[in-house]
Structures are given as structure tokens and as C-alpha cells.
């Protein structure tokens, strides 16, 4: 079966600091992977997107980026972080079946705290 | 604009007791709509998934209802239990690509004792 796995659990960190968040998925091959955003009060926002390593798309301009340096490890970065980018941050995976069958699941989350 | 909405924003039952929540959304082109159940802090889980000719789908105590003509759905919990306290998340996908996903904002369901 596959599995979902993403760290830290939580994490301080202060203004300008950099930022990793790591999510790696085991039980599959060549998984579509998404990092998205949730922000209290306000549904999930995609941040970036990959079909394969080294392809990332990203849905929104911000200040974060994202690394695909294996099939299935996907790295959320900041070199410098804002006040703004803390959140509940989710990793996830899924599988292009068309219509019907592309489900996506998550990992358990990273709530950042930008001090 | 491609929107989902959930309704109400928050809930409290009584343990044993029914309770239905609702989603609207004006989602185009559609492929399919999906429920799921999120506890605090954790990460959201996959309760079901209906595409456009699929009416219900249940999953043990959780049914959900699709109307592709009034673009509403309902998922309904049926014999509530403590353990289902939780925010239940609409998501509708346009496109046919998981990439192409609009989530709603959740309804916070707390049961009591």
C-alpha cells in the first residue's frame, strides 16, 4: 500500500530564516506530488505541482519554491522567510486516471510559525 | 469564477443524531467531486469520490449525494459518533487533472456526548 510522509511536524522559525519541509511517498512509482497551503478559515491553496523530477509548476507567485530531486521526495524551500508563509502546510500525492479515478491524499501536515 | 461553497461553516450534534452538510459549487468543466475528513492538525482523508453520472456513494456511516443538474452535493452522517468531530471538506475538479482541484473552506462538525 502506499504511504505519505512529511517533516517536521512543526516548526518556529524566526523572520529571514531558511525554511525545508521535506515529503517522500513509498508504495508507488512516478506519483503526480502537490504542496499546498491552508490558511485558517480559507480552503486548501495549491502552491506547486509536479509530474516528474525535476518538473515543477507553481500556481501562485510567492516566496517559497519547490524541489523534485527524486521520483518520489518532493522539498518545499525559503531562503528567507516573512511573517505571511506561516500556515498548515500539506504535502500530497495522486495519480492521473482522468476522470474518475484521481484521488489525492495527503500527508499529515507542518504547521510553520514564522516568528 | 470556478467556486465551491459549504454550508453551514460549523455544526454541533448530539451523539447517536444524523446530520447532513452541503456543498454548491459552480465548477466548470466538471469531473468529478469528493468529500473528505480532516482532524485538527492532521491531514484531510478521502471519504468518497462521485463523477457527473454518479447520483450516491457511501462509505459505512457517510452517504453523499451528487446533483450534477444543481450542482449541489450533501454528505450525510448517519448514527454520529465522538470520533467523527472534524472539518469536512468539499473539493470539485475541473479539467480531469488532480492538479485542477477547487477546495471548499470546510464545515466544522462537533458531536457531543
Known amino acids: 500500500s502506499q504511504t505519505i510522509h512529511q517533516w517536521p511536524a512543526t516548526l518556529v522559525q524566526p523572520v529571514g530564516s531558511p525554511l525545508s519541509l521535506e515529503c517522500t511517498v513509498e508504495?508507488?512509482?512516478?506519483?503526480?506530488l502537490y504542496w499546498y497551503r491552508q490558511a485558517a478559515g480559507r480552503g486548501l491553496q495549491l502552491l506547486f505541482y509536479?509530474?516528474?523530477?525535476?518538473?515543477i509548476s507553481s500556481e501562485v507567485p510567492q516566496n517559497l519554491s519547490a524541489s523534485r530531486p527524486q521520483d518520489r521526495q518532493f522539498i518545499l524551500s525559503s531562503k528567507k522567510l516573512l511573517l505571511s508563509d506561516s500556515g498548515f502546510y500539506l504535502c500530497?500525492?495522486?495519480?492521473?486516471?482522468?476522470?474518475?479515478?484521481?484521488?489525492?491524499?495527503f500527508g499529515e501536515g507542518s504547521w510553520l510559525t514564522v516568528v | 469564477k470556478n467556486q465551491v461553497e459549504q454550508s453551514p461553516q460549523s455544526l454541533i450534534i448530539l451523539e447517536g443524531k444524523n446530520c447532513t452538510l452541503q456543498?454548491?459549487?459552480?465548477?466548470?468543466?466538471?469531473?468529478?467531486l469528493r468529500w473528505y475528513k480532516q482532524d485538527t492538525g492532521r491531514g484531510p482523508v478521502s471519504l468518497t469520490i462521485?463523477?457527473?453520472?454518479?447520483n450516491t456513494k457511501s462509505n459505512g456511516r457517510y452517504t453523499a449525494t451528487l446533483d450534477a443538474d444543481t450542482k449541489q452535493s450533501s454528505l450525510h452522517i448517519t448514527a454520529s459518533q465522538l470520533s467523527d468531530s472534524a472539518s469536512y471538506i468539499c473539493?470539485?475538479?475541473?479539467?480531469?487533472?488532480?492538479?485542477?482541484?477547487?477546495f471548499g473552506t470546510g464545515t466544522l462538525l462537533a458531536v457531543q456526548p
Open positions: 509536479s509530474v516528474g523530477i525535476g518538473q
Open positions: 456543498c454548491n459549487y459552480t465548477v466548470s468543466p466538471f469531473s468529478n
Open positions: 473539493v470539485v475538479s475541473y479539467g480531469g487533472a488532480t492538479n485542477k482541484l477547487i
Open positions: 508504495g508507488t512509482s512516478n506519483p503526480n
Open positions: 500530497a500525492w495522486g495519480e492521473d486516471r482522468g476522470t474518475s479515478g484521481n484521488t489525492i491524499y
Open positions: 462521485m463523477t457527473f453520472s454518479e
